[in-house]
């Protein structure tokens, strides 16, 4: 019974977000965000993190790709058991033409790294926390407004990093 609700709410805002002609601005931002989610805003930071992060930068570059790690090697095995198509695979979408990075969709990757690396880093600059979880967020809905994931997807992706992110900060505290 949850598992049809879920499906069901998951099939409604892919139908919403695949046949929405967005305006140019909104097509260019999730296209953005969805590509700095690729990795290269996390670089950009772990780097600007290695030379002006003061006493504690070490540790959260460390906690930060562990957690990252970590994500990845989860959402590949997830991916792998789970064997969920894409909404892109079920629907056309109506203006993105994204190639999907592989074929599944369960839980999504890009969410997981984002999360677990905005909180891992977080929890070393707390200052940060809500410029990175705006980074995080907008990467994360940028998958679905471009059907690559499902909303569930996405949600799952981000409660997965988060608690990458905890644990890892755990381990190096």
């Known amino acids: 019974m ?18 929405w002609e967005a305006p140019h601005w ?13 990795g290269w805003l996390w670089y950009a930071m772990g780097l600007v993190i290695l030379l002006f992060g003061g006493r504690s930068r070490f540790a959260a570059a460390g906690a930060a790709a562990l957690s990252a790690g970590l994500g990845i090697a989860a959402f590949r095995f997830l991916k792998k058991c789970a064997r969920r198509q894409r909404p892109c695979a079920i629907e056309p979408h109506c203006w993105a033409t994204l190639l999907p990075p592989d ?33 995080a967020s907008s990467i994360a809905v940028s998958r679905i407004l471009l059907g690559m994931h499902f909303l569930s997807d996405v949600l799952a992706g981000a ?14 505290r």
């Not at 909104?26 to 690729?38: P, Q």
């Not at 969709?105 to 990175?132: D, E, R, W």
């Open 159 to 172: 409660l997965i990093g988060s608690g990458l992110a905890y644990g890892v900060i755990w381990l190096v």
């Open 26 to 38: 909104v097509r260019l931002y999730v296209m953005s965000a969805t590509r700095v989610g690729d």
């Open 2 to 19: 949850v598992r049809s609700l879920i499906t069901k709410g998951d099939y409604s805002v892919m139908r919403r977000a695949n046949n």
């Open 103 to 135: 074929r599944f969709s369960f839980p999504s990757g890009h969410t997981i790294t984002a999360f677990a690396v905005a909180l891992s880093l977080a929890g070393f600059y707390p200052s940060l926390l809500v410029g990175l979880l705006f980074c």
